[in-house]
Structure formats: C-alpha cells, structure tokens
C-alpha cells in the first residue's frame, strides 16, 4: 500500500476525491492536510469553502456548504446542503459557439458512403419484423441463408440479422407508444449499417406495415422488401419468398466499399450500466472527453436515459443553444414525473443509502455521474425516442435507462457507433451499430476482458481523462473503420433489439 | 352454388347463422322463409321472439329483441338492443356439481410423471434468463451444447431451449410487475415439460435470482442452477460453465420415460389469435366442447385474454362456483378498467364497424365468441398472471389479449397443452408445451397447411360441433403423448416467451 490516491476531476472543482480511504492526518501531495478519515469515493475540500458557497465536482455544483469548511474536511451531509436556488433551468446561459475543425483539420475514418449522404461502419442485411408473431419465421431466413452458405459468395456483408422483439399488436393503433414503434422499425430499416432489410409480418397484427410504407413513403426496391406470413401462405412459403428476396438483395450489399469519410459523420451513442462508484469517476468523464473530441471533430454525440440524469437536468438546460431545447428537455422530465406516477411508481429521486455509503452526496451529484459522459459542448437538440437525428454536435434522446431499450432507441435515430461505461460488468452488444465497453475499474477489466474494449480504470492511476478521452475516440475511428469490438468477436448483438413499450400491453 | 347454408350454434339458441349471404324469401330446409337478404355471418330469428324477450346465440343471451321479431327475420342492430338488465353478475346461480369421470374411466395419455406429481407431455432442459442482458449468453449456450452433438447420446431429451426476453431490469423492484415476472420464471423453472433449467443472470439487474431462490425456497440441484455472467469472469466462461451444468443434468433428465397417465393430469391452455367472424362459430365453440370433455375427464381447462371476454364477464360469474370465484373475475375487469385509462387507452368495449359488418351486433355477442372456447363447465377458480394453477377443471386466469404474452402466462402456471384457435392465420408455436392449432374456415387451413394442426372449418359444411370437440379432445391426447405438432415440427416456440410488462419501463 503506497499513499492513499485523491483525483480532482476538474480544473473547476473545490474537492478531491478519496481514491483510496484516506486516513486522518493524512498530508496529501500538493494539496492539504485531511482532518477527518475520508472513505473511498468520498470528498474532501481542495481549499476553502465559504457557508453557503457552491461544493464543486464534475466541474458542476453539486450542493452547497451548510458551515464553513476548511480545507481538508471530509465533505458529506454533514456540511453540504441542496437547495432550491440551483434548480433554475438557466436557459441557454452557458451555451456556446463550438469549435468545431474545419472538415480539412477533421479525423477520418473508412466508413461506407449510403445514398442519404450517412455514413455506414458496418454493412449488414437486416431481416425486420412488425410484431412477435414473425419472430421466428425472421429467425429460420436467417438460419436458411447461414445454412446455404451463400454468404462465402458476399464477403463484404458482415452478416443477415434477425432483428426480433416481443411487441406490435395487442396495443393501441394510435398514440405514442404506436408512433415510437414505427419510428425505430424505420430507424432500423433505413439505418446506414443496414445495406437493405426484409420486413417481415403476420398480417393481422395492430402494427401495419403497409401503414409505415405510406407514412415514410416507402417503396418496395432491393434495399427494403415485405412480405406477411398470412398473404405469402405460412411459414415455409414466407422463407423460401424472404430468402430469394434477400439473395436478390446480396450483390449490391456486397458492392458497398469502405472509403475515407470525415468524423463529422459518425453519430455516437453514450450508454451506461451497470455502475458502480467510480463510473462518475473514470469512464463516465473519459467518455465525456471523447464526446467532446467527436463534436469538435464535427460529429454528434447522443446523451440519453432520461431517468438517470433526473435531477441534474438543469445543467443541461443550461448548456441548450436555445430556450426552446432546453423547455423541451424539462418536458421530458415532467413527462417522466407523470409517467411512472400514473403506473404508480416513482423516478428514484434521492441517493439510496448504498450510493451515500459510496459517497454520494446529493441527487444532483448522482445524476452527474451518468451526465459526465455527454462532455461539456452546447446541447444542440432534444429528441423523442427513435427520432432520427438531424443535428450535428451534442444532442439528448429521451430513453428509458434500461440498457438494450435505450440503446435501440439511439440506434433508430441513427447512431452508427456506440461506447458503454460499465462498473458491475454487463454483457451488452450490438448489431449493426458496433458497440464498444469501457471499464470503470481495473478490476473488472481483469475479471471479463473478454468483454472490456477499453481500461478506464487507470484514471485512478494517473492517466488524465484527457488522455483517456483521446483513446477512447482513438478506438471509435478505429471500430467505425472496421476493427471488431469484443462483442462483436463474441457474436452479440441478436437479441439486444428492444423497442420501448410505454402503452398497455393489451 | 347450392343452398345457403345456415347454422344453429346451440340448442338454446332462438336464431340461426347464415354460414353464406341467404337471399330474401328462401325458404331454409327444416326452417322459416327468410323475410329480409342476410349477410353471411348475420343472424335469422329461428322463432318468433317477443319484444323484451332475449336473443340467444351459443346458449347465451346476447341482447334482447327491442320489437317483436317474426320467424325469419334478419336479427341485427335494427331490432335488438342490449341493456343493462343482464350485467347482473348473478354470482355462481349457474354452478353445478361436475360429472367428472371415475379414474378408471377417464382417458390416458402417455406423458413424463414428474416429482411433484404433475405430468410432463415434453422433456426439454430449459435455460432461463434473468434479465435480456443474459439472452445472448443463454443463445450461446443452447448452440454450444448444438454443436457439441451430445444430445445425440441422450435421445429422450427433446432439446436444450433458451428462453430470453426484454426486461428484467429499468424495472421497479417490488409491486405487481416485478411479483408476476417472478411467477413467471418460477413456473417456468418448475414446468413439467421441462426436466431441469438453468437460469443465467447478468448480476446487477433488479430481478435478482437469489431473492426469487429465497423466495421459492429453491436449492441448487442437477434440476436447477443458477449463475452469473458477473459472477462467471465474463461471456465465454459462463457459457462454459453453464454448458457443464447442462452436461451433468442430461442422464437424470434422458432416463424419464413416458407412462400411461390419466386426462386429468392435462392443463390445456385456451388461446385464440388473429380471429375472424367464423372463430365464434367454428373453431372456438368446438375447443370449448374438447374443453368441455377434457373437465369431464377431470383434467383441467385455463381461460385467459381477460380483454377479449370484457362485456361477457356475467356470463363466467354466473358459471364461477362461488361468490369469491365471481367476484375475483370481476376485480380483473375493474383492474383492465383502471390500467388503460391510467394509461391513456381503453378497453375496446363496442363492436367495431368491422364487427357489426360481420354480423356481430352486441358486445356479449363479440366477447362470447372469444369465450366460447371456455365450454360450458363451472368456473373453479380466477388466477393472475402467471400464478401455479391449483384446481382442476376449468378456471380463468388474467392475462393480456396479445398471445405470447398470454400463453407464456398459462404455461407458467402449468399448461401442458395449449389449443390455439385462429381464422387469419396465426404462425404461433411454443416451447416447452406443444400448440395445437384450429383454422376457424377451410379457406385458411387449405393456405396455411403447414402450419394448421385441425381444420374446423368443416363445421360449416355440417360437421357438429361435438364431433369436431371429440377431435380436438382426441388430437390433445395424441399429442400429450408426443405426437408432433405443425409448429414442433418447424421449430417454433424459442421466440414466443413474452413475459407481460405491467409497469413503467426506467
Ligand atoms: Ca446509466
Ligand atoms: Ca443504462
Ligand atoms: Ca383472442
Ligand atoms: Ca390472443
Ligand atoms: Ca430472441
């Protein structure tokens, strides 16, 4: 054991954080003398903090004092107090004009150039489908085409995948809940990872596929195909039909060659799960510093689970270029508030006593934690669920937390790459959008490197969260240019397909 | 064209169906000239019907004629109204004493006689899932053991299935929602049909295996065990770990051996799906008369889809064998009720345009068809979601409309038979209970052959009711006793485990 470790995550904040439980008395290197035992993943002041001053961490106010402290006090309930005042919703006070490279001075990577001027970063076939009915029969034309070995004919098709779910009828035909499915079956079936997609039906199902066809204005072509069980005659005529229309599909998806393309193209979605104590620590602010290097670099960055930035959304509000985003943010969270109080539920709006015993202060220092890895750029817009996303920069999609649902929305709305903080450990992969995982800890990294793209563990070694920040965008022009990340090794990605269900299933 | 033909579905019934258009003045074989042109589908009064008097189709009031109707009259909206008189739940005044069959006079089938004294009609090994987080992981698993080839050595065991889903986790840890997920995978991992399970988490998801173990009681044993992906160090150990698991459960689980056991060992699931207007008058009266027999031979029939019999609830209080039994029922519809108003939807409680073109004039006329399949028995006993069904004969248990969500919820409480009826032409398939599937009109079996178990269709060319119910009852014991069904043998039933999502997903 050397000398405990503190981490102080910005240049802004008037606290460290114990790395290491700190005993009493303990000098710290180039800071001051701790005068209370500090346990890990807890704070203690950098300097003086004035009765009633802001406590910093995140760069952020995450309460205030409640008594004067000195330099060296451990930081906690005892002394930090979360008041009304800092709930105001700023506007657009701290945004800012970005700045972003010119595309000359812009990363590139090889990606594959779609018609709609997107960027794909992978190239599959997707066999879609509109209800669970048609699950397994989306399941055999995948198991047929894998079967007949066709594939070997096609080698720059990554790959024809199901894409099943356990929704689409037994629900309303009208409202929300209808509006966000069709919007992620069309996030799906015009995805830049996708070269073409079989949509596949029952035919009585409350969700219409000749409904989604007219509202996109969809036209049958080789890049997009349907057909219903019902109308093709059953099961084995559905995938003889479905599997001659994706033969007919394969030669132009195999045409498709990866080529230099601009940063700016690349549509990131940040994801957590499973977290621990140190993912406002370590990976979460490291993958902020990425998110802040891609919109430099021109591209977009999606924050999104909405639960899980409850309580800090006012920093967001604040960082909106404009009134009108950041008004559309807090209606999202009083959706929220509305929601889960109709289903009788509540947005977990305090730290659990588990989260204090870590260290955590005040709701807002939580939900900061899960923030952090949105970065520090402006928030150029504020999306429902599955919305395609047409801005460029760091923009928010309303999804639950629950991983494989908040990832699917992200994807729908056209993310082609996605990074995923993790402290506990998940398994979570994606197909078609690469998926790639940092570990907040070390240790983790140890136990399932099979699974861990990227160490964030080392920031509490020393590697600054600029650096990490680096190498993780590293790796992001690297997976987007075709280096497989470990799920994709593992063969993820089937079964991670969850379209949100906010309606009664009826 | 020959005669149009006509159909007296019950013999308490006052009018007769047109099976095909009947043109004004034909004049019916044994019945009255037809005074008005009858759409297929409509109703023709069999006899004269009093003003006030009821309209009775399947043996049930459907509403009440509103002038006096003469012999051959077109029966519709023009001349019944339906009124609040018979909501009267006239709790258990229709209960008798059931003529169940002596043991030794009952059917047997050739099933699994397992540990607790149910009866399996399969011998899968399943592999549960905690939370979608663990899915691929349990695809993994069940396609290691595929390539390995062992099951080859043990020929009894009819495979090894995963059974994955959306949720899990972003949940509420305690209420309704989390109680019936609970049910669902303890019913499940105890099912009959399956000789044994593993059950594979992730680790940090709310639904935590070791409380449902408590719960339960549940030890680890070669019929169960239980692991993490957390736990394990990750994705590739797991699926080790777990495929040695599965290794050493296969002798015990290859040596059971079928054994003539009684019908009333058979808890045959009632499903319909993708219904048309034929489904009340073929299909589901004749599952209702296999049902029917299956309660006489002391087996056990599940009534479910509490949507789909909204309005015709009277009609199962007044058969529930108590007040309790009654009132249970109608606490389901209240709940229905007060769910999709929270929600913002309701309960589609009119027959639709569609319907009354089809010649349904009454919501208990819509609503009696769907509970036709029911039969005519006394209601036992009203179950949740899910909940281990604990008395034979025949009981309702609450559960969505939408079918995998339904019967994932019938077979985890013990269905080791499911009958599915269906007039568009449902594709479902299920694992670990074999589905039997009933075309309501010929059209759709001559189509979907391949997917159709039993054309009743053929109850509109003359076939009785009681004859095709004899069939269906007939094709439940071939079937409990291994005979394939049309969706066993083209490999359904490892998508269509949807466990229902009540609460907010977070
Ligand atoms: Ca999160
Ligand atoms: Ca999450
Ligand atoms: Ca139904
Ligand atoms: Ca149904
Ligand atoms: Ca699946």
């Known amino acids: 054991m050397g000398e405990p470790r503190t981490l102080r995550l910005n240049a802004q904040d008037n606290v460290l954080i114990a790395v290491d439980t700190v005993p009493a008395g303990t000098v710290l290197p180039a800071g001051p003398a701790v005068t209370a035992r500090v346990p890990r993943g807890h704070k203690i002041a950098a300097v003086p903090i004035a009765e009633g001053a802001p406590v910093r961490k995140f760069g952020q106010i995450i309460g205030f004092a409640s008594a004067p402290i000195e330099p060296g006090a451990w930081v906690h309930e005892h002394n930090v107090v979360l008041h009304e005042f800092d709930r105001d919703y700023a506007f657009a006070s701290e945004a800012r004009a970005e700045d972003v490279l010119a595309p000359a001075a812009q990363a590139t990577f090889q990606g594959y150039r779609r018609p709609d001027g997107r960027a794909g970063t992978r190239n599959y076939i997707g066999i879609l489908t509109s209800v669970n009915c048609s699950a397994t029969v989306a399941h055999f034309i995948a198991e047929e085409i894998a079967r007949s070995g066709i594939l070997r004919d ?229 999306y429902r669920y599955a919305e395609q996303i047409d801005r460029r920069g760091f923009v928010f999609m309303d999804t639950p937390g629950f991983d494989p649902v908040a990832a699917t929305g992200q994807v729908a709305g056209g993310a082609n790459v996605l990074c995923f903080t993790t402290g506990r450990g998940s398994a979570y992969g994606c197909k078609p959008t690469p998926s790639i995982k940092l570990a907040t800890n070390s240790d983790l990294y140890r136990r399932m490197t099979e699974d861990m793209d990227i160490n964030c563990g080392d920031i509490l070694d020393g590697v600054s969260i600029e650096d990490k920040g680096r190498e993780i965008f590293d790796t992001i022009l690297a997976v987007a240019s075709g280096a497989r990340t470990k799920s994709e090794q593992l063969g993820y990605g089937q079964n991670e397909f969850v379209p949100w269900q906010i309606g009664a299933t009826m």
């Open 154 to 382: 096609y080698p720059n098709i990554d790959g024809v995948v199901p894409f099943v779910h356990g929704t689409g009828c037994g629900m309303a035909g009208q409202g929300e809940g209808y509006d966000l499915l069709t919007r992620t079956q069309w996030g799906y079936a015009s995805h830049p990872n996708l070269a073409a997609v079989v949509l596949v039906g029952l035919g009585c199902e409350v969700f219409q596929i000749g409904r989604m066809k007219a509202q996109y204005g969809i036209e049958e072509s080789e890049r997009f195909r349907s057909l219903t069980i019902q109308e093709s005659g059953g099961t084995r005529r559905t995938v003889e039909a479905a599997v001659a229309q994706i033969r007919d599909m394969l030669p132009a998806a195999n045409a498709a060659r990866r080529e230099t393309l601009p940063a700016s193209l690349l549509s990131l979605a940040l994801q957590c799960g499973g977290s621990d104590g140190y993912s406002g620590l370590t990976a979460n602010p490291a993958l902020g510093a990425a998110a802040d290097l891609l919109v430099r670099h021109g591209g977009t960055a999606i924050l999104s689970e909405t639960p899980e930035i409850y309580g800090a959304e006012h920093l967001l509000t604040a960082r909106a270029e404009s009134v009108e985003v950041g008004e559309k943010l807090v209606g999202l969270i009083n959706w929220w508030k509305d929601y889960t109080a109709r289903l009788g539920g509540e947005m977990n709006n305090n730290p659990s006593p588990g989260n204090k015993a870590g260290g955590l202060t005040t709701i807002l220092e939580k939900s900061l934690g899960a923030a952090a890895k949105g970065g520090t750029t402006t928030l150029r817009g504020v």
